[in-house]
T-cell receptor
Framework: EADIYQTPRYLVIGTGKKITLECSQT?????MYWYQQDPGMELHLIHY???????EKGDLSSESTVSRIRTEHFPLTLESARPSHTSQYLC?????????????FGEGSWLTVV | GENVEQHPSTLSVQEGDSAVIKCTYS??????FPWYKQELGKGPQLIID?????GEKKDQRIAVTLNKTAKHFSLHITETQPEDSAVYFC?????????????FGKGTKLSVKP
């Protein structure tokens, strides 16, 4: 079992609201990620971080933002949610320094914007 | 950049039969190829991986083969059971360094009928 936790697991919010999805890992991993996954199954990398104070944009453009103030914590924020943001968001982490890093995923946060 | 193609998108087999999922990649510098299983309502979980210096790897009922020349790799599940029903993702590590990100295929939904 991976020690990576996401909250909330399920959230329904109104358009225009600000939301933050929390992600924490207790494995001491430097690298962390956020993926967006729609019902069509495909995983899209939207943000990642190499460590504290590092944030990078992924392959899929996203209106969300992330921060990495502590190694174990990598929250994702939407300043003004829209129905198009409805999706599942998966947080993940991995070690660095090894060419074949195993990525450990959290259980996901299901966001519905109405 | 790296591109990973995965086939088929859906696969239905009878319990006890074998299942094979195939992936191709485009970046010849990719050197790490993991497979993830995602059960309903959960995050993806690593089930097996292979590095570019190995042609085949087995773990009980699952095996992965890699053909570097043809740039394709496959997941083989033998003696399938209903609990094997899930979405399976292949992935390839972009580039040769430890800082690269995994590129995922679009997933295969496997259904094992009792």
């Amino acid at each position: 079992e991976a020690d990576i936790y996401q909250t909330p697991r399920y959230l329904v919010i109104g358009t225009g609201k600000k939301i933050t999805l929390e992600c924490s890992q207790t494995m001491g991993h430097d690298k962390m990620y956020w993926y967006q996954q729609d019902p069509g199954m495909e995983l899209h990398l939207i943000h990642y971080s190499y460590g504290v104070n590092s944030t990078e944009k992924g392959d899929l453009s996203s209106e969300s933002t992330v921060s990495r103030i502590r190694t174990e914590h990598f929250p994702l924020t939407l300043e003004s949610a829209r129905p198009s943001h409805t999706s599942q968001y998966l947080c993940a982490s991995s070690e660095t320094g090894n060419p074949g890093n195993t990525i450990y995923f959290g259980e996901g946060s299901w966001l519905t914007v109405v | 950049g790296e591109n990973v193609e995965q086939h088929p998108s859906t696969l239905s087999v009878q319990e006890g039969d074998s299942a094979v999922i195939k992936c191709t990649y485009s970046d010849s510098a990719s050197n790490y190829f993991p497979w993830y299983k995602q059960e309903l309502g959960k995050g993806p979980q690593l089930i097996i991986d292979i590095r570019s210096n190995v042609g085949e790897k087995k773990d009980q009922r699952i095996a992965v083969t890699l053909n570097k020349t043809a740039k394709h790799f496959s997941l083989h599940i033998t003696e399938t059971q209903p609990e094997d029903s899930a979405v399976y993702f292949c992935a390839a590590k972009r580039g040769g360094g430890s800082q690269g990100n995994l590129i995922f295929g679009k997933g295969t939904k496997l259904s094992v009928k009792p």
